[in-house]
Nanobody, 131 residues
């Protein structure tokens, strides 16, 4: 059973930084892309960032480019999201996700739904940015 557990959320002032972590168990972590998504109050869940199984390919939504950095440590089964220069509009529940079994060793592609074929999700961690 694939399980994902996020941590690192909290309350921060605008301009501040947070680092989110997500630990994965139940599968060979190093074989699959990992992603971060977020859902703000009253809005649909949206893509934030994705990293390939080997860490060589990363993608970001335009609104976080230059401020957020995704990384992974395959030895620790952990993916990170370093968030700098946070803005109030970054306030959301942040979800960690990983792809379907068929995406093993695949380059991350957005797919028809824009969800990068993510099939396993964590419960989320709340990030609140005050102005």
């Amino acid at each position: 059973q694939v399980q994902l557990e996020e941590s690192g959320g909290g309350l921060v002032q605008a301009g501040g930084s947070l680092r989110l972590s997500c630990v994965v168990s139940g599968r060979t972590f190093s074989s699959y892309s990992m992603g971060w998504f977020r859902q703000a109050p009253g809005k649909e869940r949206e893509f934030v960032s994705v990293i390939s199984w080997d860490g060589r390919t990363t993608r970001y939504t335009d609104s976080v480019k230059g401020r957020f950095t995704i990384s992974r440590d395959n030895a620790k089964n952990t993916v990170y999201l370093q968030m700098n220069s946070l803005k109030p509009e970054d306030t959301a529940v942040y979800y960690c996700a990983t792809t379907t079994d068929r995406q093993r060793f695949a380059i991350p592609l957005a797919g028809p739904r824009g969800d990068y074929f993510m099939n396993y999700w964590g419960k989320g961690t709340l990030v609140t940015v005050s102005s």
